[in-house]
């Protein structure tokens, strides 16, 4: 599974921005996809993630009501509207999937070593 982010890039504080994540796995519908964020010397940590079939969302409690992630199944495409951007929202931003049907219901889906497939990171610089 081969995953393209894309969308990143310079907002001021208080602005938004929109990232996207797109597959040409024609099973994507089957796939948890999750943003995960990482900054210099620090761990990558989790963000929010969608299901596929039921499109429950988990956000982190640090974005939770400023981002919003959503999918569309039939552009294979997942999204992350962010809006009241912080400057500690700084980070190169990665997109993660997992096979939840080969995974099993109990995989922690907040977890980065849940997930098999990895995309290039986009950075989101935050910053006036």
């Known amino acids: 599974v081969q995953l393209q982010a894309s969308g990143g890039g310079l907002v001021q504080p208080g602005g938004s921005l929109t990232l996207s994540c797109t597959t040409s796995?024609?099973?994507?519908?089957?796939?948890?996809v999750a943003w995960f964020r990482q900054t210099p010397g620090n761990e990558r940590e989790f963000v929010a993630a969608v299901k596929g079939m039921t499109s429950n969302r988990f956000y982190a409690d640090s974005v939770k009501v400023r981002f919003t992630i959503s999918r569309d199944n039939t552009k294979n495409t997942v999204f992350l509207q962010m809006n009241s951007l912080k400057s500690e929202d700084t980070a190169v931003y990665y997109c993660?999937?997992?096979?939840?049907?080969?995974?099993?219901?109990?995989?922690?889906?907040?977890?980065?070593?849940?997930?098999?497939?990895w995309g290039p990171g986009t950075l989101v610089t935050v910053s006036s």
């Open positions: 796995e024609r099973t994507f519908s089957a796939y948890v």
């Open positions: 993660a999937a997992l096979d939840l049907t080969a995974k099993g219901a109990a995989v922690p889906i907040t977890n980065r070593a849940s997930y098999d497939y």
